[in-house]
């Protein structure tokens, strides 16, 4: 008995280090998109200036407070539905600013960059979808890229900076895409010997 007893705690520690060392591959590959991508796109945002600046501080803002909950879920356990809406209304309300941003600034030379944010940020929204998130991700970036396809064409004369910042935002929306694909396949993956999430 003593025997399988060792063999059984062996086992946890196997799967518990197993998953850990996912959970810390997943919150890597996160951060890899924040320094890579997120990090030029919001170059490319300070470099444009005005209210595309507003909007890459608001848009890195997201991704931080993003960053923050998948921290929190990979240390928690699955909360109840009512908890989980707590934990993730500092990001839904982000994404709402940065959609009001869009509305308030109609009359913006960047409209078409506000838009092309305001339709596809919803992207960080995947963290409420099953079974498929990584599709919904998709679906956002496509929502984006008649804007991001404008921004294109009215820049490509005058200057070379928004078509870098263009690249950065979707370069950002598919890495974000593989991210969920690789680590949340089905939806949110929590931390069955993880605390509770706060």
Do not use: C
Request: net charge negative; glycine share 8%.
């Amino acid at each position: 008995d003593g025997l399988a007893s060792v063999v059984e705690s062996l086992e946890e520690k196997a799967d518990y280090s197993a998953g850990a060392s996912d959970l810390s591959a997943s919150l890597a590959f996160f951060d890899s998109i924040l320094s890579g991508p997120l990090g030029q796109f919001k170059t490319a945002s300070q470099a444009i200036g005005g209210d595309v600046a507003t909007l890459g501080d608001l848009v890195g803002s997201t991704f931080d407070m993003q960053k923050h909950f998948l921290q929190t879920v990979s240390a928690s356990k699955q909360p109840k539905a009512n908890d989980l809406l707590k934990l993730l209304k500092p990001t839904s309300e982000m994404i709402g600013e940065i959609q009001q941003l869009r509305e308030s600034y109609r009359r913006s030379e960047m409209f078409n960059h506000l838009s092309a944010i305001s339709e596809s940020i919803p992207a960080l929204g995947w963290v409420a979808v099953s079974p498929a998130p990584a599709p919904y991700v998709k679906e956002m970036k496509d929502a984006g890229q008649f804007y991001t396809n404008r921004v294109l064409k009215d820049w490509k004369e005058k200057d070379n900076t928004h078509a870098v910042w263009v690249r950065s935002w979707v370069e950002t929306l598919s890495e974000l895409q593989a991210f969920v694909k690789q680590f949340h396949t089905t939806g949110l993956v929590w931390n069955p010997k993880g605390g509770d999430a706060e």
